[in-house]
């Protein structure tokens, strides 16, 4: 395994703990805000880096023989400063399941991950349901940096308003997004 | 009503009473579904982890609601809603909300 040092990139970082936790049988992806920092090159900044996994209660017998020290779910690593956190299944944008991921390759090994477009849903989710603008923002950013699949944008936007009761709620802020992108409303 | 699906008594009140104030603190719950403290802050961390229930901060509290973004919610909050017509009067007035909308200062409650 790749040894953590302070200039362990996130990529790096999310590989390595990626490794570790496949060698011992245990699958992950990482979600979250960490995803929209690969996605911006690092124009958004986080030190968390967040993974789902369904093996939780083994996640800290893999990852502490690497170094890893444990508060909860929470794990940190005294060579660098970012923040791991494990998170239960299901691996879903909303009320769609996630089947498809991206894999990501680097010196230090690779990592599956959320692709660009549901990057961008996962962002646009928590704008839609908590009125979160930095999360608009973040959607933006990754939506003008990689190539994302707008229809399919569209076509969760409707259905997912139309599960929760929030179609024209829903809509309207993706016009927002849309604006934003510089589309004509 | 439906202890059995959620595993333990906790569990289904905690889940009833956000259902039917769709919003709430550990504290009103513990005091309105008469439970403890403890129990109910345990109880809420282990829904939030699980991504079932989430907490945003509020001053110097955190309120809890169902998780808007998890996949399971409308059939959760289908299950949970119709549970809470099937309990007795004296029970529902348990998760009966309080009062939300505004009330001026001073004013006898």
């Known amino acids: 395994m790749k040894e953590i040092s302070p200039k362990t990139t996130r990529a790096e970082l999310a590989s390595i703990v990626s490794e570790a936790l496949r060698g011992h049988g245990i699958d992950s992806v990482l979600v979250g805000g960490s995803v929209v920092s690969l996605y911006s090159k690092g124009k ?8 789902v996994t369904a093996e939780l209660k083994r996640v800290r017998a893999a990852l502490e023989p690497a170094g890893f020290e444990f508060v909860g779910r929470l794990a940190s690593h005294v060579s660098t400063d970012y923040i791991l956190d494990f998170v239960a299944p299901p691996l879903a944008i909303g009320n ?10 680097n010196r230090a090994g690779s990592f599956r991950t959320l692709t660009a477009t549901d990057c961008v849903l996962d962002r646009l989710a928590s704008y839609y349901f908590w009125n979160d603008e930095q999360a608009l ?3 933006v950013l990754v939506a003008t940096m990689q190539k994302i699949d707008m229809a399919e944008v569209e076509r969760w936007t ?6 929760v ?21 | 009503m439906v202890e059995a699906i959620f595993g333990n008594r906790t569990a289904e009140k905690v889940l009833l009473f956000l259902v039917k104030n769709d919003q709430s603190y550990a504290q009103e719950i513990a005091n309105r579904v008469k439970l403890s403290l403890n129990l109910v802050q345990r109880q809420l961390k282990r829904f939030e982890a699980a991504g079932i229930i989430a907490g945003q901060v509020r001053g110097r509290m955190r309120f809890f609601s169902l998780n808007p973004r998890y996949p399971f919610t409308p059939e959760l909050r289908a299950l ?3 549970a809470l017509t099937f309990l ?4 529902q007035a348990m998760y009966d909300s309080q009062r939300r909308r505004p009330r001026k200062s001073g004013k006898p409650l």
Do not use: C, N, W
Request: glycine share 6%.
């Open chain 1, 165 to 185: 009761g929030a179609a024209t709620r829903f809509v309207d802020k993706l016009k927002i997004f849309r604006t934003r992108l510089g589309e004509r409303p």
């Open chain 1, 158 to 163: 409707r259905a997912e308003g139309t599960v």
């Open chain 1, 96 to 105: 769609k399941p996630i089947e498809k991921t991206s894999l990501k390759k």
């Open chain 1, 44 to 51: 958004y900044v986080t030190h968390d880096l967040d993974f």
């Open chain 2, 80 to 82: 949970l809603s119709k």
């Open chain 2, 88 to 91: 007795p009067a004296k029970e």
């Open chain 1, 137 to 139: 923002e973040q959607a």
